[in-house]
Every structure is written in C-alpha cells, then in structure tokens.
C-alpha cells in the first residue's frame, strides 16, 4: 500500500511539472492553441497507454454515469482552463490568474470531504488557507479589469474541478484510468475546435521551439503529472491532496530563477515559507491513508470490468 508520504510526493512531483510549465508555455505564445493543445493530449493519452501496459496496469472501461465525471473533467478541467488562461491574460495579469489557481485548496478542503462522505477537516480547512496565503504571496496580487477577473473565477473552478470531478470516479477506473480517458476526450475537443477555429492544416505551423514545447507538456505536465495527481488524490483524499497545489506557484518562481530571470523577492520568499508552513499543518505524517478513496489493485484485475483493447487506435486517430 503506498504510504501517505509517497503520496505526497506524488502530488507534489505533479506539481513540480506544472509549476515548470510557465516558462515552457511561453515558448507557445502566437502558435495556434487548439490544435496545439489537441496534439499535446493526443500524444500524452498514446504515451499513458504504453505507460500503462509497461506497468502492468488495466485499463478498466467506463460505464454509465462514469463517462459524464469523465467528460466534466475533461471540458473543464482541461479544455474550459486552457481557453480562460488564454482569454483571461488578455485582460489580467498572470499574478491574478495565479492567485484564481492558489486558492484552490479552500475549494477543495469544504468540498472534496463531501464528495468521499466524510466531513471536512478544521486542521485541512486551516492549512488551505496558509497555503493559499502563501501562494499569493508569491504570485503577488497583479492588476485586471471586469472580464479578467470573470475569467480568473473560471480558471479558479475548472482548477478544482479536475481534481473534484475525479472523485466519484477513481475507486473504480483508477488513476490510470482517469488519465487516459480525459486525455483523448480533451484531444477531440480541442481538435474540433481547432479545425474549425485555426483551420486543418494549422499543425505546418509549428516550429522546433513549439514542437518541444508540446513534447514537455505532453510527457511531464499531462502523462506523468496527470498519474502521479491522481495517485496522491486517491491515497490521501481531495483536501489533503489539495493543498498541493500551493507547489506549483513555488516551482514556478524557482524555474524562473533556473532559467536566467532575477532572483525573487523578500515577500516570494516568505511566501514560499508559508506554503511549507501550510503543507506541514494539513498533510499527515503518519504512514496510513489519511482520508482517502477506496482504489483498486494497482497491478492487473482479472475481477475488473472490460478492459479497454482499442483505446490505442482510438487515440493515434485523433
């Protein structure tokens, strides 16, 4: 069974590529988006499968109710806040659509409890709101008018509901699951939207910079984020798991640096103390899951439902 600290570094490996995303994504700005987002979860979905057959894991289909969790999360979590990060930095700066993100782990400690029938947490509620501060901190606050902020609340929900929405479904599909039919759901998306926005032949446009760029996401910020987030969310519960996000905008800061830009100030570092403060209060220390879901073997389930055969093809045909 994996322990609640591998759990938490799961989670925050996951965010640690997010977090490293900023600086990669700047490299995609002019490219077109839609059909750069469709190749980069086409790709991630073909490379989660091979993951996942190397690993010896089922790919249980889903069923029923199970495919509207997993179509939610694909058009909010990852279509709705790709296009309201875009929309929303015309009209705010990145600090305020970081802080929309930062504030997710309040969201997350009063809902995600309710989602797994139990009660939130007083100790998670507290060190959500550490966390958040903390997170601030080191986005800084930044300016917006109306509609940026608008757009800053929809990148704030569709953050939490890739991680809300997964809940209901992780006890049965599991991470590996999850992952891979959120991949190629989001990449049909973005493909229709992309050919009707940008045109079929937008995929010449990309250049070297823009093709490693799709590379990064596709393997580190979508195939091995999205496993190594879901693992942490299952084992330890949404709350808990939650207050990782503060990771990403303290790994954000530190590519930054890694990358040449100046050096942050006093109130990022402060800021990056208080997420670590945060972290220390809300996640467990001891070994067992703390709030967890009930989640199917991680090796092959002979008891498990269909397994999905052409999910592969499916993929490399979109």
């Not at 988006?33 to 889903?62: E, H, N, S």
């Not at 969790?69 to 305020?96: K, M």
């Not at 989001?186 to 939207?193: D, E, G, Y």
């Amino acid at each position: 069974m994996l322990t609640s600290r591998l759990a938490a570094a799961s989670g925050a490996t996951g965010m640690v590529f997010v977090g490293g995303s900023v600086a990669v994504s700047s490299l995609l700005v002019g490219s077109p988006l839609f059909t750069v987002q469709a190749v980069r979860y086409a790709l991630a979905c073909v490379l989660l499968i091979g993951f996942a057959r190397l690993a010896g894991q089922r790919l249980v289909r889903p069923r029923g109710a199970e495919w509207l969790w997993l179509s939610g999360i694909a058009v909010t979590g990852l279509v709705v806040f790709n296009i309201a990060l875009v929309q929303g930095s015309q009209h705010a700066e990145p600090a305020v659509l970081g802080v929309a993100v930062a504030s997710v782990p309040v969201l997350m400690a009063a809902v995600g409890p309710l989602l797994e029938g139990a009660r939130p947490s007083v100790r998670a509620l507290v060190a959500a709101l550490v966390v958040t501060a903390g997170a601030g901190l080191v986005e800084g606050l930044g300016r917006s008018d109306g509609l940026g902020l608008l757009w800053a609340v929809v990148v704030f929900a569709s953050e939490a509901a890739f991680t809300l929405l997964a809940v209901p479904v992780l006890g049965r599909l599991r991470p590996w699951g999850v992952s891979v039919h959120t991949t190629w759901i989001a990449a049909v998306a973005f493909l229709v939207i992309g050919v009707v926005r940008e045109g079929p032949t937008a995929v010449s446009e990309f250049g070297r910079a823009e093709v490693g760029a799709i590379v990064y996401l596709a393997v580190a910020v979508t195939a091995l984020a999205f496993v190594l987030w879901y693992t942490c969310v299952a084992h330890l519960g949404s709350s808990r798991a939650g207050l990782l996000t503060g990771v990403a905008p303290v790994s954000a800061a530190l590519c930054g640096v890694m990358l040449g830009q100046p050096v942050p100030g006093v109130l990022v570092w402060v800021g990056i103390a208080v997420v670590a403060a945060g972290l220390a209060i809300g996640l467990p220390s001891r070994s067992a899951p703390a709030g967890g879901l009930e989640v199917g073997p991680v090796g092959p389930d002979p008891a498990a439902a269909d397994p999905l055969v052409d999910q592969a093809a499916g993929c490399r045909a979109q």
